[in-house]
């Protein structure tokens, strides 16, 4: 096969599939040669390039994990998962779920950053079986609902801190 | 990772597509094959694989650990490309439990099969959603 052909093929099989929106959540450990992760400069770039490809997303970022969440459509995503996957970052990522979806959950973020403070230790405590925090340690439906439940978390801090602007 | 003892029991199943290499024999994807289900039964990773119009179309199960592992080694193989997911579960059970890698060839009975769930007269799996690739799957190994 000639390379212009196969180059060609590519792009075609990239655009199959295209009507099929993929929500993949995965899990993974930053790099520890790397303590300061620059996060401001990841979660810029994140979000300049999924707004460039139709992503949307959550991260949540602590001391030594990353848990996201990408959305966007089926080939698309998984470009992106293969750039996650080579990006020297982070390291041992997990995919924990890919799924079909009818709609995006964060239709409204590029890539909404959710950080879990001090505060959150009870919302560690309640998805977790130990003490520590530790997604490798954690099913798909206790990641997904902790993402969901921080997300909440900071909503309602950030319009608790809106009202008392407005006093 | 290293330590299993630490993984927790999560059994996964993981479905992708990929395009073989345009020069691959028929004596390469046997080796291929062979290699996956001697590697599978170490691994106690069990499975279905299609090979079908030059595209692979696969399933894998097994720890979520071990299948994250082998989705590395599965990016970065050089005799298939364009590796997309389909589909990643939390299972209860096993679906393939009795195959280290089931496979199904693009025989004459099997075409009616691959017609049924395709709006195209050559198989594609890059067009397929994850239900339908369910539901070929589980009747292609009727």
Known sequence: ?167 | MTNTTLEPHILVSMTYVSRANPDMSAEEFSAILQQAQANNTVNAITGMLIFNNNYFLQTIEGSRAQINHLLDALIADQRHYDLQLIETRELRCREWSRWAMNYASPTKENAALYLKYSTTVNFNPYLLSAESVRGLMSELSQ
């Open chain 1, 1 to 167: 096969m000639e390379l212009a052909e196969l180059s060609e093929k590519q792009t075609s099989n990239r655009q199959q599939g295209e009507r099929i929106i993929l929500r993949l959540t995965y899990i993974s450990r930053h790099n520890p040669d790397n303590k300061n992760i620059e996060v401001t400069r990841i979660l810029a770039q994140a979000q300049r390039n999924n707004e460039r490809n139709g992503i949307t997303g959550a991260l949540v970022i602590n001391e030594d994990y990353f848990i996201q969440s990408i959305e966007g459509a089926r080939p698309v995503i998984n470009e992106l998962l293969r750039k996650l996957v080579k990006d020297d970052r982070h390291f041992s990522l997990q995919v924990i779920e890919c799924t079909e979806i009818e709609q995006r959950r964060w239709s409204q973020w590029s890539m909404k950053h959710l950080t879990p403070s001090e505060h959150d230790t009870e919302h560690v405590r309640k998805f977790s079986a130990g003490k520590d925090f530790n997604p490798y340690l954690m099913s798909t439906t206790q990641i997904v609902n902790f993402i969901e439940t921080l997300s909440e978390v900071q909503e309602k801090r950030t319009s608790a801190t809106t009202d008392l602007s407005f006093q």
